[in-house]
């Protein structure tokens, strides 16, 4: 099973990515996470991801699809992935050659992601958890993301869930969903072998 994440920060993704990592045995992967590795590289790719993960812009195309796409080549994600943060333009999902099952939209207000992330804040781990640096990035996921969420929906992949419930809540309904698609993909292929 091969499953997107996607959300403004705060959205509960990381925390709902390894819960289904665990339930399910798939490997979750942030996108984020890569590209905060990238920038401790004294390397021109790394400096420049540094610059531009901690201003809060979003990575160029050209640069994250040959990252993710190298990445998922790996053998642990041969069986399938959770991965968060990818795709954020719609160029990055017509291009992403990995094939996907379903996608997860975890849908919670500004307002909340904002109150959420500001305990991140104050507790400064990251350079990149400014609040100017949170704000620009939410308006970038309105900007640029939120289409990436009509192209998704448009091929029927996409599954909408409300991020404002409890974390458990949340975790039942997305397993919910998952086995829907299990048993969808089970009907099509006995009728394909029935055929």
Known sequence: MKIILIGIQGAGKSTQGNLLSEKLSLPY??????????????????????EVVNSGALVPDDKVLPVIEEYLKKPEYVNGYILDGFPRTVPQAKAFSNGVDMVISLEVSDKEALWRLSGRVDEGV???????????????FHEFTTPVLDHYRRKGLLHTINGE????DIHRQ?????????AAQKLVATNGKNS
């Open 126 to 140: 990251r350079e990149d958890n400014t609040l100017a640096a949170i704000r620009k990035r939410i308006a970038s």
């Open 174 to 182: 997305i397993l919910e969903r998952i086995k829907m698609i299990e």
């Open 165 to 168: 419930q409890s974390i458990k």
């Open 29 to 50: 992967l942030s996108s984020g996470h890569i590209f905060r590795q990238m920038t401790k590289e004294k390397t021109p790719l790394g400096r420049f991801m540094k």
